[in-house]
C-alpha cells in the first residue's frame, strides 16, 4: 500500500512539474496611443508617468497632464530612475557615481549623495530598497548591496562574477521577493530578496524588462514574454512593434514606449 502510494505521489509531482513548464499564450488588446517624446519612463503605485529625456524628468498625471519637471544640467544625464515610492524618487547619474531624491513635487529632499563617500567607487546601477535605502551594484566586487538610510552598507549579496563576467548592468529592478539585474549582454540575474542567487535568463537580443513582483516581463522576438518566477511557467502574447524603447506593468495594464508613442494595452490571460 506504501509503495502504490509513492508511486501515486510520483506521478502527481510529473503532472504538476509538466504543468507549469507549459507555454499559455494569451492576448493584449490596445486601449490608447499617446504622442511622448521620450527615451525611457516609469510608472508609480499612484498611476504617474515620469519620462526621461538626457538629464531632464517630466512628471505627468495618468492623463498625461505633465505636473512637474526636474531639470538640471550641472549633474548630467540621468542614468536610472526609481519611483517605487512616489514621495522619495531616487535619481542615479552614473557619470558622477551619484544620486539625488526628490519629493513628490520633484525638489531635492537632500543634497546629492555620492558613492565614493561610502568607498563605492565603481557602481553599475541603483534601485530603492523595500527596506528602505537603496541596492546598488558594485562593480569592484561584483555583489549586490543595501545601503540604509544612514548610508551605511546593511547588506551584500553573493559575489555575481561567474554570472556577470565583465559585462555592464543595464536596467536593476526590485520587487517584495526578487531583484533583477539586466546585462549589456542579454542575460537576466534573478536573486532573491536577500540577494542570493535564484536564477538565470540568456535573452537572444537587448530587450526592455520590468517587474511586477513574482512576474517578470521582456521581449522574445515578436512576442511579449510573462514568466512567473514564483512557479516557473511562461505566458507568451503577440505583440507585433517596430521598436519598444520601454515598458512598464500595472495590474492588467501594459505600457510600452515606442517610437514618440506611449501604447497602452490591457493584458488577457
Known sequence: MIFGYLQNMKILICILLCFCSIAVFGQAKEISRNTVD??????????????????????????LKVLFTWDNYS??????????????ILLYYADF?????LDKYLTELR??????????????????AQQGGFWVY?????????????????????????QMKDSEVSELLVSTDYIVLQSSSNVIIVLD??????T?????????????????FYFEDT???????????????????????????SGDNLYILSEKSLITFEILY
Do not use: H, W
Not at 549633474?75 to 522619495?88: A, E, K, Q, T, W
Not at 557615481?97 to 531624491?101: H, I, K, R, V
Not at 549586490?144 to 551584500?156: E, F, H, P, S, T
Open 111 to 128: 543634497g546629492p549623495v555620492s558613492l565614493d563617500d561610502i568607498d563605492i567607487y565603481n557602481s553599475g546601477a541603483i534601485a530603492s
Open 223 to 249: 512576442k511579449l514574454v510573462i514568466y512567473n518566477l514564483l512557479i516557473n511557467r511562461q505566458f507568451f502574447i503577440d505583440i507585433n512593434l517596430d521598436s519598444v524603447l520601454d515598458m512598464e506593468v
Open 200 to 216: 538565470k535568463l540568456q535573452l537572444k537580443f537587448e530587450t526592455p524588462i520590468s517587474l511586477d513582483n513574482e512576474k517578470l
Open 138 to 162: 558594485n562593480y569592484q566586487n561584483s555583489q549586490m548591496a543595501r545601503v540604509d538610510q544612514n548610508l551605511n552598507i546593511a547588506q551584500k549579496g553573493v559575489n555575481l562574477f561567474s
Open 97 to 101: 557615481n551619484s544620486l539625488l531624491f
Open 193 to 198: 530578496k536577500f540577494a542570493n542567487f535564484y
Open 75 to 88: 549633474y548630467g544625464d540621468i542614468s536610472f530612475v526609481d519611483v517605487s515610492d512616489p514621495l522619495r
Open 38 to 63: 521620450a527615451q525611457s519612463f516609469k510608472l508609480d503605485k499612484l498611476g504617474n508617468f515620469y519620462f526621461v529625456n538626457q538629464n531632464v524628468l517630466t512628471k505627468t498625471d495618468k492623463n
